[in-house]
């Protein structure tokens, strides 16, 4: 995939996989292009040339509003919550995507409608437990600390039940102690609902703890793709951060 913006290569022929069932930290210093290729998987931006495809299926043709449908979710790094609405219904929010209901049928409260409103609620309920939220269930969002509308928003991606998720720096402004849960709860999540992650993140210790495989890009290209530990050993990435040396 290539990505420009007026003379400006912002993705220069960037190609990887995302094994099914793997969490892939994809890392790089600030203007390196993660944010662009996380939003070319949303479809929110275009791309110059290439492809993007999602179990087999290319994403091209594929419009914005129908990518959580398709079963891609995502965080963002700021958060866009609804801050006047409880953490329930922020959560139950996410699982719209996977309703059938139009306004018409809403309006009638047909029986259907009452079905799918049930199971939403029980998908609610279950994630509430995963990510301990349920003591604050009908809490404001905009009343609780940052660290808990970050697991909040958590839980409105897994609401659309994805397949695989995108996580746009999920420890950004999180403590020590919040980044270690966190790292547990992200392990938690893989394992019980048999996602796949894409994590773009600048805390290098909860990528190197929590990733299967570490994708690094500089300046629009990668410079390696390898286990935590290759990635972490290789001179590029180590000149990427650091600097060539004195």
């Not at 220069?12 to 998987?41: E, M, R, W, Y």
């Not at 929010?93 to 409260?109: D, E, I, K, M, Q």
């Not at 796949?196 to 629009?220: I, P, Q, Y």
């Amino acid at each position: 995939m290539t990505v420009r913006f007026g003379g400006i290569t912002a993705l220069d022929d960037v190609s990887f996989a995302v094994p099914q069932g793997h969490i892939v930290g994809l890392i790089g210093p600030n203007g390196a292009g993660k944010t662009t290729l996380f939003n070319c998987l949303s479809r929110l931006y275009s791309f110059s040339q290439g492809r993007i495809e999602f179990e087999g299926r290319s994403l091209l043709d594929t419009p914005a509003h129908r990518i959580a449908a398709l079963g891609i979710g995502r965080t963002f790094q700021n958060l866009a919550l609804f801050g006047t609405m409880s953490v329930r219904q922020n959560i139950m929010v996410g699982g719209h995507c996977r309703t059938r209901s139009g306004f018409l049928a809403n309006a009638l409260h047909l029986p259907w409608v009452r079905r799918e409103e049930a199971a939403l609620a029980g998908r609610a309920e279950e994630l509430l437990q995963l990510l301990e939220l349920t003591r604050v269930a009908e809490t404001r969002v905009m009343d609780l600390p940052f660290g808990t509308q970050k697991r909040v928003e958590l839980g409105r991606a897994l609401a659309s039940q994805p397949k695989l998720l995108l996580l746009d720096e999920p420890a950004g402004g999180l403590n020590h102690e919040e980044v270690g849960g966190l790292m547990a709860l992200l392990r938690q999540v893989r394992e019980r609902l048999a996602l796949t992650m894409l994590l773009v993140e600048h805390h290098m210790n909860l990528v190197m703890r929590v990733s299967d495989k570490v994708v690094a890009l500089d300046f629009g290209k990668i410079i390696a793709d390898g286990t935590p530990a290759q990635v972490q050993a290789d001179p590029d990435v180590i000149r990427a951060y650091l600097g060539e040396p004195g």
